[in-house]
Structures are given as C-alpha cells and as structure tokens.
C-alpha cells in the first residue's frame, strides 16, 4: 500500500532534500504545505508531489484534513538559528513549540503517526563524551541565557511527544538532527553575517572574501552530518520496518566528523582551494576571534562538545553515516557555486 505522507515546512532545508528523495526511491505520495517554493523546483511538477502555499499557525483546517488523510505526518517548521534564539525568543517558543504541539495534537486525535524532529541541542551543556538518547541528563544554562529557549522548547515537545506515546497511544520518532550540513542550508550568497548558520556563513564569508569569525575562538566541538546520510535514516524511519522506529527516539548524527569550530573553518578553506577560481581568495581568508557577547549578544551561551551515540540508529534502522567532512563540503560548493553561474575547474 502506498503511503501517504504530509511535511509542514517542506521548502526547508530538510523538507525538501526529503521530498526529492521520497519522489526518487519510493512510490509514496507527498502532501506539502509552506509560505515558499524556492526550494523545490526540482519537485514541484511530480505527480506525487500536492504542494499548498500556507502557514502552520494560519491554514489549521488544510492541515487537519491532510492530517486525517495521511499516514504519516512530519512538522518540520522551526526557527533553528542561534541568532534568532536570543533576539526573539518568544518568537522561537510560539513556533517552535506551541504551534507544534497543535499539530501534535492533531496527530493524536486522529490516530496519525507523526515523525518529530528534536534536537541535539536538548543535550545542551552535558559533560558526557558521548550523547544517548535516553541516559544522558540535559543540561541548561539560566534564565537570562535565551539562547536555551529553543532546546526547552524541543525538549518539552520530546516529553509531551513520549508521553503520548504512552497515555493515548500516539505512535511517533523522535529524531535529532546532529549539525546537518549541505546545499540549501540557508543562503549562501547572503553576505550579512550572523544571517546563516556557521557552516554556510563561513563558505559565504569565503566567497565575499571577508574574514571568518570564531565565537570565543572556535573551540566548540561539533559533528557534522551531511544532508543525504540524514535522510537516508529518515526515510527507513518513514518505512518503519517491523515497527523498528515506532516510540523511539534517535541521534542521526557522524561521529566521525566530529571537528572543532576553528577546525571546521580551515578545512573549508582548503576545499575551496581545490577550486581554481577561488584558490588564491581562499589563501587569502582570514580567520579572527571574536567573543559570543560581542558577536550573539549577552543572553547567548555555547555548548563545548556534541557526539551523539548512534548505536541505536545503527540497531534498529541498519543506518550509518556514509559521508566525510571534506566531500559534505565539496557537494555543497559543488552545487552552489554551479548555481551561482561561477565556474568550476578541479
């Protein structure tokens, strides 16, 4: 039987490197909903592919139907900038979590599995080497650092999910996304810094040769997950084989590209020094410090280190990563600088 599957948010970055891969290896059809399509041309003129203009927090009633006519349902609308955490937060809690929890709800109420993006952000500042997703104690900073609302507000969101999943039944997946990186994160040629996530504001900042700025020197350690490994395993979570996903929760992150912010930001200058066109502009990149007060605000706190344990991923859903550092960073310069019409001699 074919399923049925509705994403809210699918013009983002996951949605739609999701719903391509639902069109390309699956006989599944999609129902989409978001306030924009630019990143979906390459889906929109599939058969199986039903794509609506609207927002989650506005059109309630074409959701609610979708969500009743569908098998599985996955909300993927969220702000996911640290930047956005502590300049709006109550922005970030009404998205993040209350119109969510709507959607939720509806999923309850109708009997629908819902596929729920968490966060590695819930783990917060825990000491553990290792992150598991269900013995390791989450660790947030004060009030005053708003830079945890978004993490609360998931991880409130993971309780009321579980708890479903116990007291009406609800089937669900948790997943949580360890630092996914690819095409069409967010704009690469977008020059204004602090308007993207650091992965693609460093590759921004070495295309409009400015400086690359390390928060607090660039000691943090994250593990970068290319964006076609993480759909991989959200499509056997979709699949669900055996009821191998249902009422579980799982780290979808590479521990073996486990870097340090500054290490990062070197490794991306010399892949682009792999391209002839931005060889010696890359060599020419320099790499500051600069305080998060400075750069984030007051009320901005870091996490040092972020490994996630992904034996259960690997047990239950038969997934590993499969994509280094160095070629997630050449697929993403590969596509954006075709597309940006620069030319690409290697």
Same mark, same amino acid.
């Given at each position: 039987?074919? =399923?049925?599957?509705?994403?809210?948010?699918? &013009?983002?970055?996951?949605?739609?490197?999701?719903?391509?891969?639902?069109?390309?290896?699956?006989?599944?059809?999609?129902?989409?909903?978001?306030?924009?399509?630019?990143?979906?041309?390459?889906?929109? @003129?599939?058969? !199986?592919?039903?794509?609506?203009? @609207?927002?989650?927090?506005?059109?309630?009633?074409?959701?609610?139907?979708?969500?009743?006519?569908?098998?599985?349902?996955?909300?993927?609308?969220?702000?996911?900038?640290?930047?956005?955490?502590? =300049?709006?937060?109550?922005?970030?809690?009404?998205?993040?979590?209350?119109?969510?929890?709507?959607?939720?709800?509806?999923?309850?109420?109708?009997?629908?599995?819902?596929? %729920?993006?968490?966060?590695?952000?819930?783990?917060?500042?825990?000491?553990?080497?290792?992150?598991?997703?269900?013995?390791?104690?989450?660790? +947030?900073?004060?009030? $005053?650092?708003?830079?945890?609302? +978004?993490?609360?507000?998931?991880?409130?969101?993971?309780?009321?999910?579980?708890?479903?999943?116990?007291?009406?039944?609800?089937? +669900?997946?948790?997943?949580?996304?360890? &630092?996914?990186?690819?095409?069409?994160?967010? $704009?690469?040629?977008?020059?204004?810094?602090?308007?993207? !996530?650091? %992965?693609?504001?460093?590759?921004?900042?070495?295309?409009?040769?400015?400086?690359?700025?390390?928060?607090?020197?660039? =000691?943090?350690? !994250?593990?970068?997950?290319?964006?076609? $490994?993480?759909? $991989? /395993?959200?499509? !056997?979570?979709?699949?669900?084989?055996?009821?191998?996903?249902?009422?579980?929760?799982?780290?979808?992150? &590479?521990?073996?590209?486990?870097?340090?912010?500054?290490?990062?930001?070197?490794?991306?200058?010399?892949?682009? =020094?792999?391209?002839?066109?931005?060889?010696?502009?890359?060599?020419?990149?320099?790499?500051?410090?600069?305080?998060?007060?400075?750069?984030?605000?007051?009320?901005?706190?870091?996490?040092?280190?972020?490994?996630?344990?992904?034996?259960?991923?690997?047990? /239950?859903?038969?997934?590993?990563?499969?994509?280094?550092?160095?070629?997630?960073?050449?697929?993403?310069?590969?596509?954006?600088?075709?597309?940006?019409?620069?030319?690409?001699?290697?």
């Amino acid at each position: 039987m074919t =399923k049925k599957i509705l994403i809210l948010g699918v &013009n983002g970055f996951i949605g739609s490197s999701l719903v391509r891969a639902i069109l390309d290896r699956t006989d599944w059809e999609v129902y989409g909903m978001d306030i924009g399509s630019h990143k979906l041309d390459a889906s929109l @003129g599939d058969p !199986r592919f039903k794509f609506v203009e @609207g927002d989650i927090t506005i059109n309630r009633e074409w959701i609610e139907y979708h969500v009743r006519k569908c098998d599985v349902v996955i909300p993927l609308v969220a702000i996911a900038n640290p930047a956005q955490y502590v =300049k709006f937060p109550l922005r970030v809690f009404e998205l993040d979590f209350e119109a969510n929890l709507d959607i939720v709800r509806k999923c309850v109420r109708h009997g629908r599995r819902v596929i %729920f993006p968490s966060t590695s952000e819930v783990y917060g500042m825990s000491p553990d080497a290792e992150l598991d997703e269900m013995t390791t104690n989450l660790v +947030y900073g004060p009030i $005053d650092k708003q830079r945890w609302i +978004y993490a609360a507000s998931k991880q409130l969101l993971d309780r009321v999910i579980y708890a479903y999943g116990i007291h009406e039944n609800l089937d +669900y997946t948790l997943f949580r996304p360890f &630092n996914w990186i690819g095409p069409m994160l967010d $704009d690469i040629m977008e020059p204004k810094e602090g308007s993207s !996530r650091l %992965f693609t504001q460093f590759i921004s900042n070495v295309i409009f040769k400015k400086p690359i700025q390390l928060v607090d020197g660039g =000691k943090q350690g !994250r593990s970068f997950t290319f964006i076609d $490994d993480g759909v $991989d /395993a959200l499509l !056997r979570i979709i699949e669900n084989k055996n009821g191998a996903a249902s009422r579980r929760i799982f780290n979808l992150g &590479n521990p073996a590209n486990n870097v340090t912010v500054a290490e990062l930001a070197r490794v991306i200058i010399e892949v682009f =020094k792999e391209y002839p066109a931005y060889r010696e502009q890359a060599a020419q990149t320099r790499i500051v410090s600069v305080s998060s007060g400075e750069y984030f605000g007051k009320y901005y706190q870091d996490i040092q280190t972020r490994v996630p344990s992904i034996a259960a991923a690997r047990e /239950a859903l038969g997934w590993t990563p499969q994509t280094s550092l160095r070629d997630a960073i050449r697929h993403t310069l590969d596509y954006h600088l075709a597309h940006a019409g620069h030319e690409l001699a290697v």
